[in-house]
């Protein structure tokens, strides 16, 4: 999504706030809901948050487990912490937290909406990347497979590495799927043969 895109979209965007209900939590609420954003307050801190959410703003102690006790991994969402003063422990859990931005209190309405608006630019930036590291690995991992699975014909039907190469290609083209799933298919027909010898030779 683009920078426009983005702010355009803010009056559609979903928010948690996990803060208790005081005049700091209440000032963060209200100046969301004027950005336009649709927003639930959230405490004690949840073990799950209430998908789906696009972002949420949470109060940061200096133990990001009782802070943040839901799985961050497991959620494409932007994070902002809300942190009381800066010394060096806080410091060091807003570093554990991975925070997307960060707010200090007391807070202030100018500084609500350049926060959310860079957290979710950073979310965003950071899925793309993990995407393209899944595409990556998922091509390497079919590299080898169809490496692996080369070497095998090679050694069973006596082929050149192209013919056997060529053999993988055609059967994927035939069946009309990827060929990493042809070769993880003689990868593991292979591997249960060798299994079954074992078997008979017992």
Not at 77 to 100: C, G, M
């Amino acid at each position: 999504m683009s920078a426009s895109q983005l702010i355009q979209n803010l009056r559609n965007t979903r928010v948690a706030v996990v803060h208790p209900r005081d005049q700091d939590g209440d000032d963060l609420v209200r100046q969301l809901q004027r950005i336009g954003c649709q927003v639930q307050v959230v405490w004690p801190p949840p073990s799950q948050l209430p998908l789906p959410l696009d972002a949420v703003f949470f109060l940061l102690d200096r133990d990001t487990k009782s802070s943040m006790p839901w799985r961050m991994a497991d959620l494409e969402i932007a994070h902002i912490a809300i942190v009381d003063y800066e010394n060096p422990t806080v410091l060091k859990a807003l570093l554990d937290s991975s925070a997307h931005g960060v707010l200090v209190r007391p807070i202030r309405a100018s500084g609500v909406l350049s926060s959310l608006v860079l957290a979710l630019s950073m979310r965003g930036y950071e899925n793309r990347l993990l995407a393209k590291i899944a595409k990556l690995e998922d091509t390497l991992r079919t590299r080898r497979d169809v490496e692996k699975a080369t070497r095998l014909l090679m050694s069973l039907r006596n082929l050149t590495e192209d013919e056997a190469y060529q053999f993988i290609r055609k059967q994927a083209t035939a069946k009309r799927v990827p060929i990493g799933a042809i070769a993880g298919s003689i990868i593991n027909a292979h591997a249960m043969l060798k299994e079954l010898g074992k078997e008979a030779d017992n």
